[in-house]
T-cell receptor
Framework: DSGVTQTPKHLITATGQRVTLRCSPRSGDLSVYWYQQSLDQGLQFLIQYYNGEERAKGNILERFSAQQFPDLHSELNLSSLELGDSALYFC??????????????FGPGTRLTVL | GNSVTQMEGPVTLSEEAFLTINCTYT??????LFWYVQYPGEGLQLLLKATKADDKGSNKGFEATYRKETTSFHLEKGSVQVSDSAVYFC????????????FGTGTRLLVSP
């Protein structure tokens, strides 16, 4: 158990809908990362937050957005869903200071299926 | 940009065989290197890491040595078990500022009894 929790574990929805994925980082970790794992794209970094602020963006679509709340949990919002958004979405956390070499610990993931 | 290249899978071995999964990287500076493992139906688990050249990471019988001269971080295990069947991901993280993990494509390992 990494200490990172994600809910829900599975999500099945229809095209055009909007969903919210939730992540709670390990106790004490200030940084949260979101990754997407799909068969055709592999593991892709989406976005990172540090202590409530967006720090880095990767291959995140405009239809997707995220935020990190004062209690440090994070939510990833996916809207206008398409079939191709079906994937496993991982959250990871780390202590992450600007000069650290720390490790990212991953949650169990949320499997999103868009029908 | 930074990138990681892993050997294509699947790698199919018999129990107690020796395992090597090759990983090479391209990066500026001195990144940290990681191996993550994903068991069927589960999330990513950190297997081992190394943060500087010549460091050896080890865990659960697996080892990998950070070789800067060959830009490699090959994963090895002397005697695999059926329970090692999983997908293994090599990854790097630059050690400057706020940096994401860059993953390889993953290598599936299948171990038969």
């Amino acid at each position: 158990d990494s200490g990172v929790t994600q809910t829900p574990k599975h999500l099945i929805t229809a095209t055009g809908q909007r969903v919210t994925l939730r992540c709670s980082p390990r106790s004490g970790d200030l940084s949260v990362y979101w990754y997407q794992q799909s068969l055709d794209q592999g593991l892709q970094f989406l976005i990172q937050y540090y202590n409530g602020e967006e720090r880095a963006k990767g291959n995140i679509l405009e239809r997707f957005s995220a935020q990190q709340f004062p209690d440090l949990h994070s939510e990833l919002n996916l809207s206008s869903l398409e079939l191709g958004d079906s994937a496993l979405y991982f959250c990871a956390s780390s202590t992450q200071t600007a000069t650290s070499t720390d490790t990212q610990y991953f949650g169990p993931g949320t499997r999103l299926t868009v029908l | 940009g930074n990138s990681v290249t892993q050997m294509e899978g699947p790698v199919t071995l018999s129990e107690e065989a020796f395992l090597t999964i090759n990983c090479t990287y391209t990066a500026t500076g001195y990144p940290s290197l990681f191996w993550y493992v994903q068991y069927p139906g589960e999330g990513l688990q950190l297997l081992l890491k190394a943060t500087k050249a010549d460091d050896k990471g080890s865990n659960k019988g697996f080892e990998a040595t950070y070789r800067k001269e060959t830009t490699s971080f090959h994963l090895e295990k002397g005697s695999v078990q059926v329970s090692d069947s999983a997908v293994y991901f090599c990854a790097l993280k630059a050690n400057t500022g706020f940096q994401k993990l860059v993953f390889g494509t993953g290598t599936r390992l299948l171990v038969s009894p």
